[in-house]
């Protein structure tokens, strides 16, 4: 896979770090336009991007998403914009309110999972109306693999429909109570998505906090691809 | 493996079947006490028990379980009993009443995962409850793996004393919206357990509806034991 150039996905913000846990991280859409932008020059080519209400809290809010997308597509031609639609912004249909604005790519959740204090919510129905709207809009599919069950589910939408492009798998790692950061696995995962999206579907990973670091170097090593 | 004898374990009732399904299905403790004889003189050595209340619905009341236990324990002296503290049951901590009555195992989840209408909620302060209260009371659990994650939290809750004894763990495929039936994925998840757990760990494999007689199959033949 070593000829397959390496896609470099940056994500600008998260939904939760605020200035206060480092006065770098881009709050405002205006700051999100200008760290896209300079994440673009340096060879970033997919940007996947939470927004934040006036006080920084997450949100979901979808006239602050077309004015990041707006942002991002004037100063970043080319760019690939992904949305996201996980549950730390919004919690039901809201968080997928930015999908009609047909961004390139949107974050989909395709099971449910425990997070360190909770237990991640992807019902079945959720999932299902996520998924018909990004159809509906022609967005591409992040599939968020918090386990293993994640990429099958994916596969099982993709074969009967419900995903009308071959998503791109994103395995995530090291949060705590649900996958950890694990060789086996991670070997395990890329043999799946092989298997059961062909040996050229593209996929990448990520680590929480000092973990990127260690899935960025295992992705690439394995054909995958990069983020941060 | 072959040397190892193999472990039926007798899951006589389930949360959900009722007489309307098929006549046969115990549903008073009686039934279940005569069921759970006759698979045990057949040569079943684990039964797997869920009660019902008066309505024949799913309940968690540690009094039935009690009434249940002291039935089996009379009738199938030396069978193991392994009690569920499955959601389909109860709620919250409802779910791990009967565990004060020390029965030998109890079904645990160790995460949430998809099932086919809803999500399937284990929280990580009710998991780190139940695994507390199977610690104090002797009980030991079986894991309710319904993705590969939960078998490692399995074993990190073993690695760092939640369970303070070895579990036998047992993969359940082909839930809807959750793992499907499907041998590459077997085969992975005899090697984690074997990986983590040790060569010898003992483990087992639930299917839903049909699949059963598949997944024994497959279990029987990888040197796992077996259930109905
Ligand atoms: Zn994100
Ligand atoms: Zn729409
Ligand atoms: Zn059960
Ligand atoms: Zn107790």
Known sequence: MSDTPCILCVAINGSLPTKANNPAVPITIAEQVESTQEAFEAGASIVHAHVRDDEGRPTSDPDRFAR????????????????????????????????????????????????????????????????A?????????????????????????????????RPYVQFVMGVRNAMPVDRDVFDYYVHTVRRLFGADAPWCAAGIGPNQIVLNEWAIAAGGHART
């Open 68 to 131: 990041l997308l707006e942002g991002i597509r004037e100063h970043c031609p080319g760019m690939i914009v992904q949305l996201s639609t996980g549950g730390r912004s919004g919690a039901g249909r809201d968080r997928g309110g930015m999908l009609r604005l047909s961004p390139d790519m949107a974050s989909l959740a395709v099971g449910s999972n425990n997070f360190p204090t909770r237990v991640y919510e992807n019902s079945p129905d959720l999932v299902d109306w996520l998924a």
């Open 133 to 165: 709207e990004m159809a509906a809009h022609g967005v591409m599919p992040e599939i968020e693999a918090f386990d293993l069950s994640h990429i099958l589910q994916a596969h099982a939408m993709w074969r009967d429909g419900r995903l009308t492009t």
